[in-house]
């Protein structure tokens, strides 16, 4: 059962245009989000994140929304620029119970394609 | 170097070789960790290191051994592995109170013929 969804596989948009990645999930214990993004041939990079006590974080043109109640987050890139196109993982965590670590749950990845 | 580095970047093995796969981190991290990714499919966390104690097994098979002699390194041993364990193999770490901001190497690809 996955906890953390991203329903679009890919999406594309046109140059200077905003790019917005959903993220969907179920385990209301996730308390801290987190984007990725990943290039062909790499490792995954860290990008942006957002405590659950905020509803927005922005940083550049990279801002991300987070809709408690709806169990609902975003990604919001704008303007886009082609070397935006790569694979966004959305990732959730929950305070680590026993002793143990923070781990991360990651959905499916969207890949962005921004078009010159 | 910089970062995470792990080698190799590509691997094939037959089903009855024995390999392993280096992560190194150069980050000053206290923690690491393997996952797999495999196609189609969400990151997979394999195995998490704590100041060099292991303290996650995903429920991963026996055929993969993980050691992590130090802080700085971490190892994926295999061992007749099966042609659905290929896939791309992460190393990453991360550092106390940020531990969910995980620093990732770029992988290794993994062909199990």
């Known amino acids: 059962d996955q906890q953390v969804k991203q329903n679009s596989p890919s999406l594309s948009v046109q140059e200077g245009r905003i790019s917005i990645l959903n993220c969907d999930y179920t385990?209301?214990?996730?308390?801290?989000f987190l984007w990725y993004k990943k290039y062909p041939a790499e490792g995954p990079t860290f990008l942006i994140s957002?405590?659950?006590?905020?509803d927005k974080n922005e940083d550049g043109r990279f801002t991300v929304f987070l809709n408690k109640s709806a169990k609902h987050l975003s990604l919001h890139i704008v303007p886009s620029q082609p070397g935006d196109s790569a694979v966004y993982f959305c990732?959730?965590?929950?305070?680590?119970?026993?002793?143990?670590?923070?781990?991360?749950?990651f959905g499916k990845g969207t890949l962005l394609t921004v078009n010159p | 170097e910089t970062g995470v580095t792990q080698t190799p970047r590509h691997l094939v093995m037959g089903m009855t070789n024995k390999k392993s796969l280096k992560c190194e981190q150069h980050?000053?991290?206290?923690?690491m960790y393997w996952y797999k990714q495999s196609a189609k499919k969400p990151l997979e966390l394999m195995f998490v290191?704590?100041?060099?104690?292991?303290?996650e097994n995903n429920s991963v098979p026996s055929r993969f051994s993980p050691e992590c002699p130090n802080s700085s390194h971490l190892f994926l041993h295999l061992h007749t592995l099966q042609p659905e364990d290929s896939a791309l193999y992460l190393c990453?770490?991360?550092?106390?109170?940020?531990?969910?901001?995980?620093?990732f190497g770029p992988g290794t690809r993994l062909t199990v013929l």
């Open positions: 990453a770490s991360s550092q106390g109170a940020r531990m969910n901001e995980q620093f």
């Open positions: 385990n209301s214990m996730f308390d801290y």
């Open positions: 957002i405590s659950s006590i905020k």
């Open positions: 990732a959730a965590s929950h305070p680590p119970s026993g002793g143990s670590n923070y781990k991360l749950t």
């Open positions: 980050l000053g991290h206290n923690a």
């Open positions: 290191y704590n100041f060099k104690e292991q303290t």
